[in-house]
């Protein structure tokens, strides 16, 4: 079975600093990974993922993300935090055709 | 290129009640998902649906949840007998392929539910 964890329930950090949110799953096999962010009443929006092409993955809005299987972790960074990037942020693990599995999210807080 | 649709985005019921929740699924895609989100927590798979066959429905919590997808296109997600527990906002996800590692799903905004 595959599951993920984000280590941190909320993050709150300054507008123009850097962002980390951390991601470790677990798996007996490969994994592919995803992050997504959920603004308030918004649906679900692709950050970007892994599929095994490339342990440094960049995604959209200035996001990457780093896959390191020695510590199973997949931890999202920014260098430069805006305050558009506020929001729910979640780690999921997938499987081919089978459903994504989620994380249980880490709300972002940008301070002025 | 309009994305995954949902109706209603809001819907209260009362305990007892029905509910029929729709999704539109990006025009082409195979594969459609079922998620429910709690307040609170992130999505939890309910079932899955390759064109008009269900595949997988494990993540059903009770025999008062039901979903079609009778011509491979739209999908309902129907609720019988509504209780609060049931209380979340169900996601539909839709993605073009019927599986494969790594395959992208595209999610619509949602419908909140709410049973009184």
């Known amino acids: 079975a595959q599951s993920v964890t984000q280590l941190d329930s909320h993050v709150s950090v300054s507008e123009g600093t850097p962002v980390l949110l951390r991601c470790n799953y677990s798996?007996?096999?490969?994994?592919?990974l995803f992050w997504y962010v959920q603004h308030p009443n918004k649906g679900l929006q692709l950050l970007l993922k892994?599929?095994?092409?490339?342990?440094l993955v960049k995604g959209i809005n200035g996001f990457e993300a780093e896959f390191k299987k020695s510590e199973t972790s997949f931890h999202l960074t920014k260098p430069s935090a805006h305050m558009s990037d506020a929001a729910e942020y979640f780690c999921?693990?997938?499987?081919?055709?089978?459903?994504?599995?989620f994380g249980s999210g880490t709300r972002l807080q940008v301070q002025p | 290129g309009a994305g995954v649709s949902q109706s209603p985005r809001y819907k209260v019921a009362k305990r007892g009640q029905d509910v029929a929740l729709r999704c539109d699924p990006i025009?082409?895609?195979?594969?459609l998902f079922w998620y429910q989100q709690a307040l609170g927590q992130g999505p939890e798979f309910l079932t899955y649906?390759?064109?008009?066959?269900?595949?997988?429905k494990s993540g059903l919590p009770s025999d008062r949840f039901f979903a079609e997808r009778p011509e491979g296109s739209v999908s309902t997600l129907k609720i019988q007998r509504t209780q609060q527990e049931d209380s979340a906002v169900y996601l539909c996800?839709?993605?073009?392929?019927?599986?494969?590692?790594?395959?992208?799903?595209?999610f619509g905004p949602g419908t909140r539910l709410l049973v009184l």
């Open positions: 996800a839709s993605s073009p392929s019927p599986g494969g590692l790594g395959v992208t799903q595209y």
């Open positions: 798996s007996s096999y490969s994994p592919s």
């Open positions: 892994y599929t095994s092409a490339a342990t």
């Open positions: 999921v693990g997938g499987t081919g055709r089978r459903a994504l599995t």
């Open positions: 025009s082409g895609h195979v594969s």
């Open positions: 649906f390759q064109n008009e066959a269900q595949l997988d």
